[in-house]
């Protein structure tokens, strides 16, 4: 599919969630049931992925090819987060998932060279499971993701009159994250936090009142504590759309209306806590005007996966999404 490039205009492509698995993270099996001693648990677990989320999270290296393949020319692409698995649940700091996001980072940057724009997603620094709470936040996963994967954790890049900027939601959101960190960590994550904070305060303050801004950020979580800093709130109304990811599916991303507003649950876990704190917060989420970029594969259950291509001129942005067909699930 070719993407054209109108006099005047730029052609962005978006991709996110690719979560590419190297042959180390393929040899692992049952890692999301490992550790969790109720049967119940379990067996939720399982039909969630089987029949909703991925049956095999393992089995879809062939959609970022396919990607490749068709997605065209761009004048700049845009990688919005979770380049590995993240089967161990630390991040990169986990030999096997820096491998796979090496890997996966290695053939965007070998097509699109300088023109890629890689931006933190959560299952680089690591997160608990869903309900197994195994794993976390590490600070040595900043280090490789920054210093080896060559992740900027905050950047601007103007395109006309638009200003693209990528945040790393789990730092601005790190509120509900914390929880997730280890102990002896947790002054030196508020600490990047702080940092990472006053850098994209910054870029918004420099952005022009006849400016428009377009904003990348993973994990939709973040957009209430972007809105409560005085800085950022001011230019708010500036924002055409927010690319979200992270929720992979409109399946999930239509179910947030709904349940936005809800209290947080603590009986089943860090990871159902962290994801019930986000929709607590997420009637926040619309001043921003959220667009999903969905998974390279979607859904189990509607296979709705794939990529984004984004004009920008002068009258605006026009985003047009493309599907990614699947083919029978192999490793």
Aim: glycine fraction near 8%; charged fraction near 25%; aromatic fraction near 10%.
């Amino acid at each position: 599919m070719k993407h054209s490039s109108a006099a005047g205009s730029q052609t962005v492509l978006i991709l996110s969630d690719v979560h590419y698995a190297c042959a180390a993270e393929r040899a692992r099996t049952n890692y999301e049931v490992a550790g969790i001693n109720r049967p119940l648990v379990k067996l939720m677990l399982r039909f969630w992925r089987r029949y909703l989320w991925l049956a095999d999270p393992f089995a879809h290296n062939y959609l970022l090819d396919r990607f490749l393949e068709k997605c065209g020319a761009a004048d700049l692409v845009v990688a919005n987060g979770d380049y590995s698995c993240d089967s161990a649940f630390i991040g990169v700091s986990d030999a096997p998932s820096r491998e796979s996001a090496m890997e996966c980072l290695g053939k965007l940057r070998a097509r699109f060279g300088e023109k890629l724009r890689a931006v933190m997603g959560d299952h680089e620094l690591g997160k608990s499971s869903l309900a197994g709470n195994a794993g976390g936040l590490r600070l040595e996963s900043f280090r490789v993701a920054t210093e080896q994967l060559k992740i900027e954790p905050a950047w601007e890049q103007r395109v006309g009159r638009h200003v693209l900027i990528g945040v790393t939601s789990t730092l601005i959101a790190f509120d509900v994250y914390q929880r997730d960190a280890l102990p002896e960590e947790l002054a030196q994550w508020k600490r990047l936090r702080d940092e990472h904070f006053e850098k994209v305060r910054e870029m918004f303050a420099k952005v022009d009142a006849g400016d428009r801004i377009i904003l990348f950020c993973h994990d939709p979580t973040a957009l209430p504590f972007l809105a409560a800093d005085r800085v950022i709130e001011k230019k708010v109304s500036q924002i055409e759309r927010t690319i979200i990811g992270h929720l992979h599916t409109d399946l999930v991303f239509w179910n947030t209306r709904w349940l936005a507003g809800c209290p947080p649950i603590r009986l089943f876990g860090k990871g159902v806590f962290r994801i019930s704190c986000g929709l607590n917060r997420a009637r926040g989420w619309r001043p921003f005007r959220p667009l999903l970029c969905p998974s390279l594969a979607g859904s189990q259950l509607l296979k709705d996966g794939g990529y984004y291509s984004l004009r920008i001129s002068d009258a605006g942005a026009d985003f047009t999404r493309h599907r990614l067909k699947w083919e029978k699930q192999t490793r």
